[in-house]
């Protein structure tokens, strides 16, 4: 349903008239167009080329700032049209996770993962599908085991165990 313009009814500014637009009150043109193509439409929009670092937010950044505008107001549209995007959104982009500098709004931190699981909701994390992992072990060699293999720092280890046990408890779909 297009949006129509009502020259009957309008208001006075300066005393001219100024059309006013009608909006219609049911369904919107867009969930009127396809699924298919709105699903085209999200692809467009919400689709990155790279995958999503998940970091730790800067300093002085407000804790429910988006840093995609696009998504967030996707999702702010209406219920149904904030579900297909949150769908799309999540369970076709690429997410990294990693055990880089805690705290740190440039590389992958376990800080950061541990914020996204607090703001995003379980319905949305069940949904993502890929992930990657950057993990940054300061290792050792260890001359006592063959061919001078390196050994993990037991802080590595439990890093590790710590982010294996999120994934398989929070990202349902991977």
């Known amino acids: 349903m297009p949006i129509q313009c009502s020259s009957t009814m309008g208001t006075s500014i300066n005393s001219k008239s100024v059309p006013v637009l009608a909006y219609p009150t ?7 167009l396809p699924a298919e193509t ?15 670092k ?7 950044r407000k804790k429910n700032a988006q840093s995609n505008s696009n998504f967030l107001a ?7 049209i904030g579900q297909e995007a949150k769908t799309t959104f999540y369970s076709r982009n690429t997410f990294i996770i990693g055990n880089g500098r805690y705290g740190s709004p440039i590389q ?5 993962f541990r914020c996204f699981i607090r ?20 290792g050792f ?9 390196f050994r993990m720092h037991d802080l590595d ?3 590790l165990k710590t982010i294996a046990t999120a994934i398989i408890k929070h990202l349902k779909g991977v």
């Open 157 to 159: 280890i439990k890093e």
């Open 74 to 80: 996707l999702t702010l549209v209406n219920k149904a």
């Open 119 to 138: 703001r995003v909701p379980k319905e949305c994390l069940a949904l993502i599908r890929k992930i990657h992992l950057y993990l940054f072990f300061a």
């Open 54 to 60: 998940i970091t730790s937010l800067p300093r002085g």
């Open 38 to 52: 709105r699903n085209s439409i999200y692809e467009l929009i919400l689709i990155h080329d790279q995958s999503i």
């Open 26 to 32: 049911s369904r919107s043109f867009f969930q009127s």
């Open 141 to 149: 060699p260890d001359y006592r085991l063959p061919n001078s293999k």
């Open 108 to 112: 992958v931190n376990l800080h950061g």
